[in-house]
């Protein structure tokens, strides 16, 4: 058995992925290597197509790895019997549920199996915590509804909830927030937050860079030829994800860790005034491609304030006012020429 670090849960070894075809092996990535600890949220970043999701396939063991090693808590995930690795970790796939007669309660409950013994009965401990997993996952009210009935986000949930009920330590998840919307996602994120700060180790993948950026405590960032792991910080310092985007496409903001796309240069304006309507205009201009300028000469533009609540461009000649930041951005895309 390996020694590892005591708060090491999972560790991946020079592990090589990819499909086998009879004799044939196609690798998708050169080898990787990486950890999490318990209680940690990893999430797992990268383009389409680059293997994220055949990573978390072959760490649960669905299908086989080409090289290298996996040693979850300690021993190698080839030393598990399938009931022993579904009692330590468990799994959500992007696909969606088919099963017209099965009912959420029904679904939930199959987490439970693991837990349930040759006879397949679920005791008062399973019972507790499949309603648990309903409660967490906002289900309960939808428990005697059928699979067939729910839209793909509170089928999601549903899923969710059943590898809640599994109570593992581990909770691999492959695009958790895919058919959630705005609100959802978020709310999910917040669920697997509080899990991993009751210890469990939840690695999910997702195309959310912000939510993966602010929420996660790892980053498992995998490029077409490594993989990168670390806190979201020191990715961000070391400029590992500049690799993401096209840089003559995007940009990245270092100060506050966000992108946004390269936009046809139309001038400079001083901005004045103060508080969230200053930042908010300045989100605008920056859209519309003006930057902000430091000296306070015509033109400038003056925010909403006590005495004034309208937007106010100051011309050589004149001013014009505008209601809204959509009026202030439409006028500034045309008319350009009037701004230095």
Not at 296 to 308: A, D, H
Request: with cysteine; hydrophobic share 40%; proline share 3%.
């Amino acid at each position: 058995m390996m020694k590892i670090n005591n708060n090491e849960i999972l560790s991946l070894q020079a592990l090589s992925i990819g499909f086998i075809s009879g004799k044939r092996k196609r690798e998708l990535l050169p080898p990787v290597s990486a950890t999490a600890r318990k209680g940690e949220l990893v999430a797992v970043l990268g383009r389409n197509g680059i293997g994220k999701s055949t990573l978390l396939r072959t760490i649960m063991g669905l299908q086989p790895l080409l090289g290298g090693r996996i040693f979850i808590d300690g021993r190698e995930n080839s030393e598990y019997s399938r009931l022993e690795l579904a009692r330590k970790a468990g799994y959500i796939s992007t696909e969606i549920v088919r099963a017209s007669n099965m009912k959420v309660c029904d679904l939930v409950a199959i987490g439970r199996f693991p837990h349930t013994g040759w006879t397949g009965s679920i005791d008062s401990e399973g019972e507790a915590a499949i309603e648990s997993a309903m409660d967490k996952t906002g289900m309960t009210s939808f428990r005697n509804r059928y699979i067939s009935e729910l839209s793909d986000g509170e089928r999601q949930r549903a899923m969710i909830a059943r590898v809640l009920a599994q109570e593992t330590d581990i909770l691999i998840m492959d695009e958790p927030t895919a058919f959630l919307d705005v609100s959802g996602r978020y709310e999910m994120i917040h669920l697997m937050s509080g899990l991993a700060r009751g210890g469990r180790t939840i690695i999910f993948s997702t195309h959310d860079f912000n939510i993966a950026l602010n929420q996660a405590d790892k980053i498992w960032l995998v490029l077409d030829n490594v993989l990168i792991e670390g806190s979201p910080e020191d990715l961000v310092l070391s400029g590992a994800f500049n690799s993401l985007f096209d840089p003559g496409i995007v940009s990245f903001n270092y100060s506050d860790g966000t992108f946004s796309l390269l936009t046809k240069k139309r001038g400079k304006l001083f901005v004045r005034g103060e508080g969230l309507i200053r930042d908010w205009t300045i989100k605008a201009l920056v859209r519309s491609g003006y930057t902000v300028s430091d000296n306070y000469s015509v033109p400038y533009l003056i925010t909403p304030g006590e005495e004034n609540g309208k937007w106010l461009i100051v011309l050589t000649d004149n001013s014009v006012e505008f209601e809204s930041i959509y009026s202030l951005a439409e006028w500034l895309v045309k008319n350009s020429n009037l701004i230095s």
